[in-house]
């Protein structure tokens, strides 16, 4: 049977028309148009990590992470509070990000290749070095003393991969937030802790008792993370956009002032000759 010409003519315009607009929808679900839709974006964050992400006294979080997203909400959404902040660790971050809990996550996390095979980065804002912390009566000086000592680390976190990998002999003692690790640090089940040195210098501040080794085992570039998926090149694009304006205009120097002034940069001894893998 021959369907006559004009019903074909139709039925191909109908699936035409169908295919137009199946494409509009689809691109109407770019993660940037939905945050434009949604009026506010979903950042997963620290709530362990002064001075990047922390609770503050008043029970809000705080932090040079937190003020750089609400800026990112100003140039997005014409807002500092268009922005709704989720609680992520070293470890469940990557899983906040892939199973699209979270739009983007800022949280002290590093930039390395591994990762990259994960998830998308935007560019560096801030690069930190990973460092070491022990009471200040702590016989350990340096880095080679910590040989034979038990080594407190935030689980999923860099530091963990790299103390592992140079002293693969050694006891690891892993928690899932800072907050555990410094706590174990404090009762004295580990002799020292591995993480950033800004994470250190947040524990620092508060804990006079406590000192951090001159040397730098590793260069930490911090980068947003976003899931690897064509829907969040615009919103990565457009955050490395503010990024740059960001830089340029000086807000994030002002940041860095207001959360990381007590840098001891003239005393520190770097070891690491590139970046983190
Ligand atoms: N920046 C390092 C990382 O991404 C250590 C700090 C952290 O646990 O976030 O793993």
New binding site residues.
Partial sequence: MQFPRKILIIFTSLLFIIGITGCAKKQEKDLFLEIKERGKIIAGV?YD?RPFGFIDEDEKVKGFDIDLCREIAYRILGDRDAIEFRQVT?SNRIFAITSGSVDFVA????I?RKRQQIINFSNPYYI?G?AVMVPKNSAVNTINDLAGKKIIV?L????EKNIRKMFPTAEILGFRT?TDAFSALRTGRGDALT??DT?IYGFLSENPDYKMLRERLTR?P?GFGFKKDVKTLVLRDTINMALKELAQDGTIAKLEQKWLNQTDSNNIEIKATEDNV
């Fill in positions: 620290r990590a070293s949280a002290t996390m590093s390395t930190a990973q935030s999923g976190s860099t530091s800072y993480t950033d994470i930490e911090y």
